[in-house]
């Protein structure tokens, strides 16, 4: 039986969190959510994940740089940015440097269980 994957979702809106985190459960993924970005970031010191889903503009810390703490932290790890400044040059950067995706807000949160369990599907294949 495989272990459920780990996500963290990071967020400043908290509604994101709030509705994120039950509609993943419900698929079978252990969730952690955060508000803070310096919070989600010591979270990451410490523990890696799977698949981090994050906004990319927030107070303290923007998806990006946060993207690039994780890939040399925990390479391994996929990063999905949401954001509702996503332009085509955000977005082109983005993929550039190695975020797996970049989901514009508003989105369904169907939308984005449709990502995440592509993302995790190649992370499921890559360890067979």
Known sequence: ????????VLDDEKIVCTRLRPA????GYRVE???????AKQRLEEH????????LR??????????????????GTKV??????ATVEVTR????????EVVSKPFKISQLKDIIDKVS??????RE
């Open 121 to 126: 599907s190649e992370i499921r294949r890559s």
């Open 33 to 39: 959510t955060f508000i803070d970005s310096l919070q």
């Open 48 to 55: 890696r994940f799977d698949i981090v889903v994050t906004d």
């Open 24 to 27: 993943l459960e419900k698929e």
């Open 58 to 75: 927030m107070a303290d810390i923007d998806g990006l740089e946060l993207f690039r703490f994780i890939n040399e932290k925990w390479p």
């Open 93 to 100: 950067e983005a993929l550039q440097v190695g975020v797996s």
């Open 80 to 85: 999905i940015i949401i954001s509702g400044f």
């Open 1 to 8: 039986m495989q272990m459920p994957l780990e996500i963290l």
